[in-house]
Nanobody, 116 residues
């Protein structure tokens, strides 16, 4: 069973940047399509970016040009560089496979708060 541990969130002003990290356990990581998901208060969890095992990326329209997903298979880690952050992007951010492996695979997430 693959487990994920997210980190790197925090409080940032509108227009600021953060870099999130997600460490995965297990040997399956390098073959997984990985994604970053966000869940704002009172809303459904949604995927904002994904990356294949070979590095091809896809983004939600709302973050294109501002967010960059990357991965380091040697470190079992996936990253999300977030630039020009907006207050409406305040959420808990999670990583998981695409599609998600299962309910038990979700980590605690990392809180991102965009506020002045």
């Amino acid at each position: 069973q693959v487990q994920f541990v997210e980190s790197g969130g925090g409080l940032v002003q509108p227009g600021g940047s953060l870099r999130l990290s997600c460490a995965a356990s297990g040997s399956l990581f390098r073959i997984l399509v990985m994604g970053w998901y966000s869940q704002a208060p009172g809303k459904e969890r949604e995927r904002v970016a994904m990356i294949t095992s070979s590095g091809s990326t896809t983004y939600a329209d709302s973050v294109k040009g501002r967010f960059t997903i990357s991965r380091d298979n040697a470190k079992n880690t996936v990253y999300l560089q977030m630039n020009s952050l907006k207050p409406e992007e305040t959420a808990v951010y999670y990583c998981n496979a695409v599609p998600p492996i299962g309910p038990a695979s979700w980590g605690q997430g990392t809180q991102v708060t965009v506020s002045s």
